[in-house]
């Protein structure tokens, strides 16, 4: 069975530190790993993807994430938060050609200024 | 390209009443899926489709109909609404993932929002 965990539901950062959204996940099978961002009102758009190529992915707006299979993890940061980031991140796991396509509870971020 | 529409993008509706939500899609994909957010839940899903004529059930499928009479369109119906069915509705697509690979970006609508009185 596939299951994704987002150990926050709100992270709160000043404008120029660091963010780090943290994502476990469990998959039988060999997953492909998403990190969406949704802007208030907004639909959601993709900020990168893992398809078991290069562990280190790299998005866009600065965002990366690393695959790392012995942890289960796929954390998504950016080295310096701008107030535009603010809005509610989802990790996504989806195995099987995207049938079982399973989002996480999603995190909140908040940019202080 | 107008990438995923969605209409309307919003309605009210009193308990009991039907209604249909319209998904169109422009890059030619093969998948198309429907989702229901509710705060703290992420996205379930409701129904996809892998085609043209081609259904099935997803997470929380039940009080919902879907069809997919072309292939850049995917109805989702409400044949009696209730307040539990109150959420914001997004639609999704996606190409076909290449045999043995699990590749799926999906492409998503800007949701349509539904109270149910």
């Known amino acids: 069975a596939q299951s994704v965990t987002q150990l926050d539901s709100h992270v709160s950062v000043s404008e120029g530190t660091p963010v780090l959204l943290r994502c476990n996940y469990s998959s039988s099978y060999s997953p492909s790993l998403f990190w969406y961002v949704q802007h208030p009102n907004k639909g959601l758009q993709l900020l990168l993807k893992?398809?078991?190529?290069?562990?280190l992915v790299k998005g866009i707006n600065g965002f990366e994430a690393e695959f790392k299979k012995s942890e289960t993890s796929f954390h998504l940061t950016k080295p310096s938060a701008h107030m535009s980031d603010a809005a509610e991140y989802f990790c996504?796991?989806?195995?099987?050609?995207?049938?079982?396509?399973?989002f996480g509870a999603g995190t909140r971020l908040f940019v202080k200024a | 390209n107008a990438g995923v529409t969605q209409t309307p993008k919003f309605r009210v509706l009193k308990t009991g009443q039907s209604m249909t939500l319209l998904c169109a899609q422009d890059?030619?994909?093969?998948?198309m899926y429907w989702y229901r957010q509710d705060p703290g839940m992420g996205l379930r899903l409701i129904h996809y489709s892998v085609g043209e004529g081609t259904t099935a059930k997803g997470e929380v499928p039940d009080g919902y109909n879907v069809s997919r009479l072309k292939k850049q369109n995917f109805l989702l119906g409400l044949e009696s609404a209730a307040p539990s069915q109150t959420s914001v509705y997004f639609c999704?697509?996606?190409?076909?993932?290449?045999?043995?690979?699990?590749?799926?970006?999906?492409?998503f609508g800007p949701g349509t929002r539904l109270t149910v009185l």
């Open positions: 996504v796991v989806s195995v099987a050609g995207g049938f079982k396509t399973i």
């Open positions: 890059m030619n994909h093969e998948y």
């Open positions: 999704a697509s996606s190409y076909r993932g290449l045999a043995g690979l699990s590749y799926n970006e999906q492409f």
């Open positions: 893992y398809t078991s190529a290069a562990t």
